[in-house]
């Protein structure tokens, strides 16, 4: 599996699960990474970090001065080793030195060496809250922190340095910490000095160190296994609530639809007994009988019948309205609204405005075929409402994220696989 290929997967699941963007760099890493293990020495400049490393390595590879001086990631393969020197974690370092140590402290790290001038104290609030959160990370992932108090030989009395030694075990008490000096360790190799090397604290730092870089591979396996699967139960539970979500949707879908096919129903049949009394009349319809200019301002007969058909009609379109109304059908949709106002309802656009004798009503409430016509083009405008337009909309979201979650899964299968 090329890198481009762990791109597209790694993009593939954060659309799903943005906030896995460390674990996921991590996995990465842990897949693509060479056998032997990284180890990053992190810790506030001026620490003494990189004169450790250097006494660890046997050879002065790491740039060593009082000023500021680490502002990259400087690293460097040795006896199958990769040792980072990290920037050091200070409060006014520039934004890309913070994306360097972040990257090595939880990117690149198989081990951590937290580096602590015992000159400078107790551990401050920075350096304290960032030990918390790796301690807290080794009950997840078992990547081992090591926890050294540099420049040991700069405290003189030993009655303050046990001082400093009890608080900091206090500040941190699930690690052990360990004292070294790296300048007495540099002057009892070069002078041929065992004592003052052992008393340097650097063989028992590189003791711990190697007990470490044991339990490496499988702290690795470990840490993969609970990130794919700590993925997968993400993905999966996102899946599951999204998917009954969707069920949830999808019956309120229906259920609003049969609640409105239905309600049409009933109200229409309510329409056909109202308007027997309007229309099954013997004898003449008056209604037919056109006003001459003779009774052209006279209450005639036909007038009459007509006001009643009126009535009638506009009784009907009224229960109609307000059925349509309850179930959020309030104006035409936007692409068949005029400037006319009047004649932008449903009730016009499905019933036209031409009624006016029996035989309108007749053919309207109880024609079969116009009683289906009636149904249908009411459910389309009900169909086309605001509610049901955003309804649609939530099931189309609902079901892209479903699908951007299947796809999130294969590709976590895939990283599984070149695992």
Not at 21 to 28: G, K, N, P, Y
Not at 149 to 165: F, K, Y
Not at 286 to 291: I, K, S
């Amino acid at each position: 599996m090329d890198m481009q290929n762990f791109e597209g997967a790694v993009n593939a699941i954060l659309a799903v699960l943005p906030n896995r963007e460390t674990d996921l760099a991590r996995l990465v890493r842990l897949i693509t990474a060479a056998a032997y293990p990284t180890i990053t020495v992190i810790g506030k400049y001026n620490h003494g970090k990189s004169r450790l490393l250097n006494e660890l390595i046997g050879h002065d590879i790491f740039s060593v001065a009082d000023k500021r001086e680490t502002i990259h990631l400087a690293e460097h393969i040795h006896q199958n080793i990769s040792w980072l020197d990290a920037p050091g974690l200070d409060a006014d370092v520039a934004a890309v030195d913070d994306d360097y140590a972040f990257n090595a402290i939880w990117t690149q790290a198989d081990i951590r060496l937290f580096v602590h001038s015992i000159r400078e104290g107790e551990l401050d609030a920075i350096e304290h809250q960032l030990l918390q959160q790796l301690v807290s990370d080794f009950q997840t992932s078992q990547r081992q922190t090591l926890l050294v108090l540099t420049q040991l030989d700069q405290m003189p009395d030993q009655q303050v340095l046990a001082h400093i030694q009890q608080s900091i075990r206090d500040q941190i008490p699930d690690l052990n910490a360990l004292s070294v000096s790296a300048t007495r360790h540099r002057q009892g190799v070069e002078n041929s000095k065992p004592l003052l090397v052992e008393k340097s604290g650097i063989v028992k730092l590189q003791q711990a160190i190697e007990l470490a870089i044991s339990q490496v591979p499988n702290a690795r396996r470990h840490e993969k296994n609970q990130l794919f699967s700590g993925m997968q139960q993400q993905l999966t539970q996102l899946q599951t609530e999204l998917a009954q979500t969707q069920q949830k949707l999808q019956h309120m879908q229906q259920q609003q639809r049969q609640d409105f096919d239905e309600g049409l129903i009933k109200i229409l049949d309510k329409i056909r007994e109202d308007l027997h009394p309007i229309l099954d009349i013997t004898g003449q319809d008056d209604a037919l009988v056109p006003d001459s200019f003779a009774t052209m301002f006279k209450n005639t007969a036909g007038k009459q019948q007509r006001a009643k058909v009126q009535i009638a009609y506009s009784r009907a379109c009224i229960d109609i309205n307000s059925h349509l109304i309850r179930h959020g059908v309030v104006g035409l949709p936007e692409d068949q609204q005029t400037h006319v106002k009047s004649l932008d309802t449903v009730i016009v656009a499905v019933f036209g405005i031409s009624v006016k004798f029996r035989e309108h009503l007749r053919t309207l409430f109880y024609s079969d075929v116009e009683r289906a016509r009636l149904q249908r083009e009411f459910a389309f405008y009900f169909e086309k409402s605001a509610g049901r337009a955003a309804l649609v909309e939530q099931l189309t979201q609902l079901e892209k994220q479903l699908g951007d979650i299947a796809q999130a899964q294969t590709a976590l299968k895939m990283l599984e696989d070149a695992a």
